[in-house]
């Protein structure tokens, strides 16, 4: 039987949540009071203007339940307003404040500094091999 060391995807997601931890800890270190999932909402909100709550969802790969909590979080924390759709009443238009702008701004050199630290020993061409495998991983998938 093969030891969970040896199962790429156990790999794969150990990286993931190993650098998330690292991440979280480096925006706590930093003062930012926001979180790494925050960040990513915010972020998706402004590469999609007017996206739904369940498009939202699935671009940060949160259920409906995880992102209302964000959401709401992130409406107490001045980041977003919540208005509600004058086509349909049930769903509401999320729109990143300039409170929200501005932590994504200050928040972006600490992400880069971040992502070159996980990245730091990989080459160039092994980040381009990686990605094609990852990304013909998710279309094997889809």
Known sequence: MEKLKDIT???????????????QKKLKENGYKITIDQW???KAILENPGISQQELG???FKDNASVTRIIELLVKS????REVNQNDR???NLKV????????????TLVLENRKTALTGISFEDLEIMNRTLKT???NCH
């Open 137 to 139: 991983i998710i279309e």
């Open 40 to 42: 990513l909402i915010i």
């Open 90 to 92: 049930r769903k509401s």
């Open 9 to 23: 995807f156990y790999t794969m997601d150990k990286a993931i949540r190993t650098y998330r931890n690292f991440a």
């Open 78 to 81: 001045d980041y977003l307003e």
């Open 97 to 108: 404040t300039t409170e929200g702008k501005s932590i994504i701004d200050k928040v972006q």
């Open 58 to 60: 699935e671009k940060v």
